[in-house]
């Protein structure tokens, strides 16, 4: 079996692999049944809502009594959603074969439905809630999601993809869930020799915060209608650590804030601003702007923003970086 690589990052990844199993011309058994394998390698962390605090990872899928909460819908070729299966549901009509935090192994019959092409869809850490009624892929398609509508501060996932189911075989497809929401964080780097202090903290970022984002993932970054907010926050006070000599390591480093935010599409400014040794600093109009000072043009889902603020005796700098969010990072919740 295909050891699927254990790496913190929640990317799409479908493959149909169908299983080469034997076709017997006489006595052959039916086939039909598809196994899918959800993969998720990052850890559960119980989070805040989007834009409000702490936003370390969230990227697991959640269980109940060893249930994962799951939901998969198969849809043919026409768009009809043929099969709804909530697998934490007790009268779920599926094999539940394994489930962690980071995998979870189901089966099904679909010979039922015949042989032919299908469309697959997944949507973990809802409750099964988002996709209740649903009838046909563009419905599915049309489905967003609300800062309200996340329970408990389970960041839902979701996937995609297509498999085939033959008469004489039964197949395997695998895919990896990923977050509906991207990650904005704000690093603070001391350059000045010794550790300080800044007082009244504050930051915002014009077009970062929408209202709702897709549940699924889909060409456009932001659904039609959606208002993009101002994402903001401040903190009274902050001690960044100065560099540490005797370990050999990287300037002092604090992260003074993370957040949860749905896709949008810029271009963005921002506006840090805050107080050290009794002398306020203000940047009121910073554009977010890449390595070669162009707009940063979206942040798409599982895509993490970092602002990194350098401090040294008398100047400060700023430096914006997207990147795909793989790596689990602690961060200092605001009060």
């Not at 079996?1 to 017997?24: N, Y």
């Not at 989070?47 to 959640?62: H, K, R």
């Not at 043919?76 to 074969?97: C, E, H, S, W």
Request: with cysteine; net charge negative; charged share 25%.
């Amino acid at each position: 079996m295909k050891k699927i690589r254990l790496a913190l990052r929640i990317a799409v990844l479908v493959a149909a692999l169908l299983a080469a199993c034997s076709c017997h011309k006489e006595g052959a058994r039916r086939g039909g049944v598809v196994s899918f394998r959800f993969s998720t390698v990052a850890p559960t962390t119980r989070a805040t809502t989007p834009g409000d605090g702490d936003a370390s990872d969230g990227g697991g899928i959640f269980l109940t009594d060893g249930k994962p909460d799951l939901v998969i819908l198969v849809a043919r070729q026409d768009g009809a959603v043929v099969k709804r299966f909530d697998i934490a549901a007790p009268d779920t009509d599926v094999v539940l074969q394994s489930a962690t935090e980071t995998e979870a192994v189901v089966a099904f019959d679909l010979s039922d439905e015949g042989a032919g092409d299908y469309l697959v869809f997944a949507v973990a850490n809802d409750a099964g809630a988002l996709t209740q009624g649903i009838s046909s892929v563009s419905a599915l398609e049309a489905l967003t999601l609300t800062e309200a509508q996340i329970p408990d501060g389970r960041i839902p996932l979701s996937a995609r993809g297509s498999f085939t189911v033959y008469e004489e075989m039964n197949g395997q497809v695998s895919l990896e869930l990923i977050r509906c929401v991207a990650k904005v964080s704000v690093e603070l780097v001391n350059n000045t020799g010794a550790e300080f202090s800044l007082t009244d903290f504050r930051e915002e970022f014009s077009r970062m915060r929408p209202d709702r984002a897709f549940v699924l993932a889909q060409d456009a970054t932001m659904p039609a209608g959606a208002v993009a907010g101002t994402l903001s926050a401040e903190v009274a006070s902050l001690t960044v650590p100065a560099f540490d000599d005797a370990a050999e390591t990287e300037p002092g480093r604090l992260t003074a804030g993370s957040w949860y935010v749905f896709p949008s599409t810029g271009p963005y400014t921002s506006a840090i601003s805050f107080t050290l040794d009794g002398t306020a600093y203000s940047f009121p109009d910073l554009s977010v702007t890449d390595s070669r000072q162009k707009d940063i043009p979206s942040l798409e889902r599982n895509q993490h923003l970092r602002i990194v603020t350098r401090i040294s005796r008398g100047q400060v700098s700023f430096n914006f970086e997207v990147a795909e969010w793989d790596l689990k990072d602690e961060a200092v919740e605001f009060d």
